[in-house]
Antibody, heavy 117, light 110 residues
Framework: QVQLQESGPGLVKPSETLSLTCTVS????????WTWIRQPPGKGLEWIGY???????NYNPSLKSRVTISVDTSKNQFSLELNSVTAADTAMYYC???????????WGQGTLVTVSS | QSVLTQPPSVSAAPGQRVTISCSGS????????VSWYQQLPGTAPKLLIY???KRPSGIPDRFSGSKSGTSATLGITGLQTGDEADYYC???????????FGGGTKLTGL
């Protein structure tokens, strides 16, 4: 049974870079899309972007200038970097796996990131 | 403001049937598959329906999905207290070249 686990700092200062890693266990990363999705407290889901196992990426146009998603299949991990963060980036961040770019079959439990000085 | 439009809340009595709507446009629902996710309080979302009307293994047939034009609907029959959750629709938007979600619908029991 595949499992995903997010990890990274829970507190980031304004203007700095948010960095998270999703570790995949129980399955290969090959032939899947790996997606980051976030949810501000009390609000709905926002798609951040995906990386295919081969390395191709696609980002939310509203975040594109600040986002980088990378993958390391040898470590069974993929990562999210979001720079120049503000309080508006405070959210629960989820990583997810899908066989296609538009369906998120398996989710991590999420990690809360707060942007505050 | 979400690209897909859902009612903020719906309610129904235990045992009854409830539907949740999701409205979009030709750039998203009109030309792509729709998925539905259930988010129980304090947990990560879980895939309920994909490809408009397919259920992943383990999802009971009380849950169903349909799509017509630029709208989709999630149906839940025989409502149980354990179904009280937030429900989100999602799809791909070809114009944005991005995944999009509805704002979510909170299902409460009467």
């Amino acid at each position: 049974q595949v499992q995903l686990q997010e990890s990274g700092p829970g507190l980031v200062k304004p203007s700095e870079t948010l960095s998270l890693t999703c570790t995949v266990s129980g399955a290969s990363m090959n032939n899947y899309y790996w997606t980051w999705i976030r949810q501000p407290p009390g609000k709905g889901l926002e798609w951040i972007g995906y990386i295919y196992y081969s390395g191709s990426t696609n980002y939310n146009p509203s975040l594109k200038s600040r986002v980088t998603i990378s993958v390391d299949t040898s470590k069974n991990q993929f990562s999210l970097e979001l720079n120049s963060v503000t309080a508006a980036d405070t959210a629960m961040y989820y990583c997810a796996r899908g066989g296609r770019r538009d369906v998120y079959i398996r989710w991590g439990q999420g990690t809360l990131v707060t942007v505050s000085s | 403001q979400s690209v897909l439009t859902q009612p903020p809340s719906v309610s129904a009595a235990p045992g009854q049937r409830v539907t949740i709507s999701c409205s979009g446009s030709s750039s998203n629902i009109g030309n792509n598959y729709v998925s539905w996710y259930q988010q129980l309080p304090g947990t990560a979302p879980k895939l309920l329906i994909y490809d408009n009307n397919k259920r992943p293994s383990g999802i009971p047939d009380r849950f169903s999905g349909s799509k017509s034009g630029t709208s989709a609907t999630l149906g839940i029959t025989g409502l149980q207290t354990g179904d009280e959750a937030d429900y989100y629709c999602g799809t791909w938007d070809g114009s944005l070249s991005a995944g999009v979600f509805g704002g979510g619908t909170k299902l409460t029991g009467l």
